[in-house]
């Protein structure tokens, strides 16, 4: 027997699912992660008993935070072996809502994607925009940065997460702040203080921990998201120059949403096209 019930969102075309008949299969779907949007996801399709959602974190983090439902934590071995991965877990659907800044691992799902013919749901939140007051200067990746800070600023506050700091191992003339959540495991600068911290970050205490520390230049990606925009306000306010390390080119040659609705929205409609619920109804 099949049971029908609304499942629509505020703002989206009510569509009425059919709950899997009793011994039906649910559509299992591996969740690439390691960001707040992805936990995000995992939360709101932990109960839809139409799904089996596996979340994959790279396990950067020694204490990440574990989302809800299943989750694998390690890489996969290359294209090879997430396509393998796909293949033997009977995986239907992949949503990739890993870091605009990881690449590796988007590229690798796409191809794998390809290959398998499975679909590919892709996430990419939206950059921060300059605002008028900003003062940023943009470069391509982090060796630009690093050679921009060797040449102008005294103290920074460097937010770059620990992949990369090593760019900056041989910046002597300058002071840092590091802000990692775990300890980096690459070459620092000489004059460096870490501060071992989790965002989400406040408006109120980025404003205390660049005055305290009298910082007159901050490094950060364009990672977009609320989490860590603190900051950029912050140096806006205090009219602190930002080196703004862009996004590398685009992950994704498929189309992207850039926002958890349309990924949610994206899957219910794969879900009906694989024959998981029922025809949209009339909004
Ligand atoms: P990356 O360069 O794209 O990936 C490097 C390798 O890590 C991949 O080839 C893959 O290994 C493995 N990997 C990455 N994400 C994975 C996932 N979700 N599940 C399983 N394996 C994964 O990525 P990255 O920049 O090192 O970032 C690693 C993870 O941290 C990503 O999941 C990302 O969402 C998160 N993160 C990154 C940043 C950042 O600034 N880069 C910031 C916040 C969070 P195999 O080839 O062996 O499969």
Known sequence: MT???????K?????????????????????LGGTSEASEIARRLADDDGLRVLSSLA?????PRIPAGPVRIGGFGGVDGLTA???????RAVIDATHPFASRISANAETACKQ??????AFARAPWAKHEADHWHAVPDTERAAAYIAKTASRVFLAIGRQQLDAFASCNNAWFLIRAIDPPDVSLPANTKLLLERGPFLLEDELGLLR???????????????????????ARLLRIPVVMVDRPPRKHTVATVDSINGVLSNLSRLQFQLGAIQEPCAP
């Open 3 to 9: 049971k029908l019930c609304p499942i629509g969102t």
């Open 11 to 31: 703002g989206y075309r009510k569509i009425i699912a059919i709950e899997p008949a009793s011994g039906s299969v649910p559509l299992r779907v591996l969740l």
């Open 59 to 63: 396990g950067r983090v020694n204490q």
């Open 85 to 91: 991965f796909l293949k033997e877990g009977k995986i």
């Open 116 to 121: 398998l013919g499975v679909p590919l749901i």
């Open 212 to 234: 305290d520390h009298a910082i007159d230049c901050v490094v950060s990606k364009n990672s977009g998201g609320p989490a860590t925009y603190a900051k950029i306000e912050a």
